[in-house]
């Protein structure tokens, strides 16, 4: 069983950054892939980035390409995902997620119903 904790959401002006953490306790996270997401009032939770268990790869939802950057560090059991020119509709709760099965392409790794483990969120709110 493994345990997320997000951290580091809030409030920031738009043009802001934010860097959101997961931790995770309960077992190491070495062989999860990890993803994060978002969900704002009214929408469903969409993706919005995620990384290989090996750090080598990452993979992001097209509108936030340039802007977040996730990584990881296995050692500290922890996920990062940098969050930069900070927009109001980027306003939202962001979760991460971690799953252990073998995931082949974009598809995978963005798709909700493929992670097994979630934390609770973190908020994040982009004032104009």
């Known amino acids: 069983q493994v345990q997320l904790v997000e951290s580091g959401g809030g409030l920031v002006q738009a043009g802001g950054s934010l860097r959101l953490s997961c931790a995770a306790s309960?077992?190491?996270?070495?062989?999860?892939?990890m993803g994060w997401f978002r969900q704002a009032p009214g929408k469903e939770r969409e993706f919005v980035a995620a990384?290989?268990?090996?750090?080598?790869?990452?993979y992001y939802r097209d509108s936030m390409k340039g802007l977040f950057t996730i990584s990881r560090d296995n050692a500290k059991n922890t996920v990062y995902l940098q969050m930069n020119s900070l927009k109001p509709e980027d306003t939202a709760v962001y979760y991460c997620?971690?799953?252990?099965?073998?995931?082949?392409?974009?598809?995978?790794?963005?798709?909700?119903?493929?992670?097994?483990?979630w934390g609770q969120g973190t908020q994040v709110t982009v004032s104009s």
């Open positions: 990384i290989t268990w090996s750090g080598g790869v990452t």
């Open positions: 997620a971690a799953d252990s099965r073998v995931k082949l392409a974009y598809s995978d790794y963005s798709a909700r119903h493929k992670y097994d483990y």
């Open positions: 309960g077992r190491t996270l070495t062989y999860y892939h």
